[in-house]
């Protein structure tokens, strides 16, 4: 194949000095790192909640309890074990205790259906549910229909401050925070499980081979896929991250845990990047703005990973003008295109960099980070690939020809963090994956000379207008920089002469009022005729996944149904 701007890896010589091409791995699993990190930083706080602090020494302790626990369930190497919980501290410990022995963690979004839990549970052979006071009859309930022999549960009550935990059993269930549970058979309290068990400290000789995870796909567009992650996925990410931010100390910071464990983004940048590192890490379980701002005044992160929503939500809330986010340092932002008048805002207010990033679930999931510094970051840019991460533009006629330099084509990667494949779908992992380890992502991204990777959009979502490539992204950017707009997506709708058009959906900022007429005036002035929306819909909020992306295509699937129903 002939040499292209991508195989020349114009991005190293961008790269902060410090952070090398390659880096040298160690070859230790992720419960390795705890070992570590509680032997180094044994009376660190690593997880906080609600102000419970749980230190380095008492995690280590705790998961090794909850290892001897699995075991005697009859867990074994190989054996998947579901996780349905929130951000609290049990997520963590049981996540960590499921890898030690050697079992393939099943992270599950507490939102979902029982149907979709369902799929998950099967498809994945669960034999035991980790999961919260909230759900446990529902899974009691849903239990036949899947393998799971053993429910352990836990409650928000179970880790909390004097005098929180006084009250708690009086409110609680009075505000929806607690449930009883049913007695049944093989269904146990979590807190009476780490407490009849002693700590087993056994190793499990694990290699970076072996499966750690299914990590499912947001089942947003059909079944979701089971994403097969293993040790060396897991590992060599969270150092492959390290990496890229060598000015933050190792034992000596503080990570804001508001992205949800449950989703890759999460679990990689937020839960595995601080035991890695041996930093405290505070557990937001519900992370809307106000929960946000308080965690920062009461705890003073100084790394948070974020979604775009999160932090259009801090600011937007009244809350922030009294309240003081400078011990923030470094900000992530991922999942979604992050506005530039978001970032200048918010770096105002803190003081902090954002770098934009980009990942897939089936990349563990980062691949892409702008540079930490604002000197050699580009707004709107995901940034470069990260150390060991090789990428491809390929064009979208025939998905393996590299384009030009600056030419819009199927992003492909390939790097430590790719995933083995999807569980029993060896077509879908055919489609995706070639042999020689590319991934095709479905991203429509290009490069421009210095290496700085941009995404254009998603293959699936870009809309065709009158023969025009449209990118939803670009009405977005120009709607955001509106400023009574809070949210803004744009789809493709059916076009009777031009096939598909762009219609808009939005929401704006409290207090303020807006008229379609007034928006599609505003779009006029900034874009191209052929981009101009045919239509304006403005709505409270619009939908979106647990990690707040908007979800175009729900909005996309609706506006079908209803022009169905109306033909």
């Not at 095709?440 to 009158?466: C, L, P």
């Amino acid at each position: 194949m002939k040499e292209t701007a991508c195989q020349d890896k114009p991005w190293l010589s961008h790269y902060e000095k410090d952070i090398p091409e390659t880096v040298e791995y160690e070859d230790v699993c992720l419960p390795g790192f705890l070992e570590r990190s509680a032997e180094k930083f044994p009376d660190n706080m690593a997880l906080l909640f609600q102000g419970y602090r749980i230190t380095y020494r008492e995690m280590n302790d705790m998961v090794n309890r909850f290892a001897a626990c699995l075991k005697d369930f009859g867990v074994e190497k190989g054996d998947s074990v579901a996780i349905l919980l929130p951000n609290v501290i049990p997520c963590v410990i049981g996540y960590y205790a499921i890898l030690k022995i050697g079992g393939v963690a099943v992270m599950n979004n507490p939102l979902y259906s029982d149907r979709e839990l369902k799929h998950q549970f099967n498809d994945s052979d669960s034999k035991v549910l980790i999961t919260i006071d909230l759900l446990g009859n529902r899974m009691i309930d849903l239990r036949p229909q899947t393998k799971i022999k053993q429910i352990v549960y836990t409650s928000i009550g179970d880790y909390l401050p004097f005098p929180k935990s006084l009250l708690f059993p009086l409110v609680g269930k009075r505000k929806k925070l607690a449930a009883d549970v049913r007695p049944a058979e093989d269904v146990y309290k979590w807190k009476e499980m780490l407490a009849k068990y002693s700590p087993d400290t056994t190793d499990a000789g694990l290699s970076f081979d072996d499966v750690a995870m299914y990590q499912y796909t947001g089942g947003t567009t059909g079944v979701s896929k089971g994403v097969i992650l293993t040790h060396a996925n897991l590992s060599q990410q969270v150092q492959q991250a390290a990496a890229w931010f060598p000015t933050f100390e190792r034992g000596n910071e503080i990570m804001l845990g508001a992205l949800p464990f449950f989703h890759v983004f999460g679990l990689s940048t937020a839960m595995n990047l601080s035991v890695y590192l041996g930093w405290g890490n505070i557990l937001i379980p519900k992370p809307l703005p106000e929960a946000l701002l308080e965690a920062i005044r009461k705890f003073k992160p100084t790394f948070a990973p974020l979604v775009p929503t999160m932090y259009i939500g801090i600011l937007n809330h009244p809350d922030i003008r009294t309240s003081n986010l400078t011990s923030i340092k470094g900000c992530f932002s991922g999942s979604a295109p992050l506005p530039v008048e978001v970032i200048k805002e918010f770096e105002k207010k803190t003081g902090a960099v954002i770098v934009e990033g980009f990942g897939l679930t089936e990349t563990t999931p980062v691949t892409h980070i702008n540079p930490f510094n604002p000197e050699k970051r580009k707004v709107g840019s995901i940034g470069l690939p990260i150390p060991d991460t090789e990428c491809r533009i390929v064009s979208l006629e025939d998905e393996e020809t590299d384009v030009p330099l600056d030419d819009s084509g199927e992003l492909l990667i390939r790097g430590p963090q790719v995933m083995k494949g999807y569980r029993n779908m060896p077509d879908e992992t055919a489609n995706v994956l070639t042999e020689d380890g590319w991934l095709h992502t479905g991203d429509i991204a290009k490069m421009d000379e210095e290496g700085y990777f941009y995404i254009v959009d998603r293959k699936k979502d870009m809309i065709i207008s009158g023969g025009y490539n449209v990118y939803p992204r670009d009405i977005e950017e120009v709607l955001y920089e509106h400023p009574a707009i809070q949210e803004a997506c744009a789809v493709g709708i059916p076009h009777p002469s031009r096939g598909e058009a762009v219609k808009v959906f939005a929401a704006t900022k409290e207090n303020e009022t807006l008229s379609e007429d007034e928006l599609m005036e505003y779009c006029k002035g900034k874009l191209a005729k052929y981009k101009w929306p045919v239509e304006i819909e403005f709505r409270d909020e619009l939908p979106k996944t647990n990690v707040g992306k908007i979800l175009k295509k729900d909005l996309r699937a609706e506006e079908l149904k209803k022009r169905e129903k109306d033909s």
